[in-house]
């Protein structure tokens, strides 16, 4: 069983179970943490990296106090610079 914990703000107000045949998810807050219960019969480990990175950036994200706007524009600039940076990549010289 693979049991993640993280520190959070959202409250459970109960146990989630989540089962499938025989997957068996169960969440539940345990002294001011989130813990996550997974079967080690998941053998996808890049997607449950992926979920976890997931909510690394949720955790991250929800402290910002930056606007859409913000957002945007930094969003554009670092698109930019990536693409001037990679274009020789896709397109023939």
């Known amino acids: ?13 109960k146990p989630f179970v989540y089962s499938k045949a025989s ?16 079967p080690d019969t998941i053998t996808d ?15 991250i994200v929800t402290k910002s106090t930056a606007t859409q706007e913000q957002i945007d524009e930094l969003s554009r600039e670092v698109n930019s610079s990536w693409w001037a940076e990679n274009k020789h990549r896709f397109l023939p010289e």
């Open 1 to 13: 069983m693979i049991i993640i914990l993280m520190n959070g703000t959202e409250l459970l107000s």
């Open 23 to 38: 997957r068996k998810m169960i969440v539940t807050r345990e002294n001011n943490e989130i813990v996550i219960r997974i």
């Open 45 to 59: 480990l890049d997607g449950l990296q992926d979920l976890l990175d997931y909510l690394v950036y949720r955790s």
